[in-house]
């Protein structure tokens, strides 16, 4: 059996959420680009298109913005709840099965079983190879916590399991 343990905090909630974190921040800087480009436009060439083009640009343009802005405050919160929320997560790996034990105040809040054919999808970073056993969930393995022998054990375990379930 296969022992690893992992810290949730805002470290892991960076790395897990970098891709979304820089979508945001492109979304936020095309909007406001955008916004500052047809004020420009309109504004110093007297370039009009037509109303409903200036119009649909602008609220095009809003949107990228305002879906930047709100992506980034909601990641910002993400972190802020896992500094509040620490959690220390104990996975032990079987042969087609691991046990995540998660525990807050030394204490015991959950555990759970599962199977590596159940398992949607992998995720690997620069630190971290995370297990999702559903898409809103993400089971985080610290490499510097694991052998690189055993984590590729995991992922050939995860991977043979999904080949398995295709072929059923």
Request: with cysteine; proline share 1%; charged share 25%.
């Amino acid at each position: 059996m296969i022992e690893t343990k992992a810290v949730v905090d805002e470290k892991l909630q960076k790395e897990l959420n970098f891709r979304a974190f820089i979508i945001s921040l492109i979304m936020l800087i095309i909007g406001i680009v955008g916004i500052l480009a047809l004020i420009i436009l309109t504004a110093i060439k007297d370039v009009i298109f037509s109303e409903l083009i200036d119009f649909s640009l602008l609220i095009c343009f809003a949107m990228f913005f305002v879906i930047g802005v709100i992506g980034i405050i909601n990641l910002k919160n993400v972190n802020k709840k896992a500094i509040l929320n620490r959690a220390e997560l104990t996975m032990q790996f079987d042969e087609e099965f691991y046990i995540i034990i998660e525990n807050k105040h030394e204490e015991q809040v959950a555990n759970a079983k599962i199977y590596y054919k159940d398992i949607v999808k992998t995720k690997e970073t620069k630190n971290y190879f995370f297990i999702y056993p559903n898409s809103l969930i993400a089971h985080p393995i610290l490499k510097s916590e694991i052998s690189n022998e055993n984590l590729q054990l995991i992922k050939e375990r995860v991977k043979l399991a999904k080949k398995n379930k295709k072929q059923d």
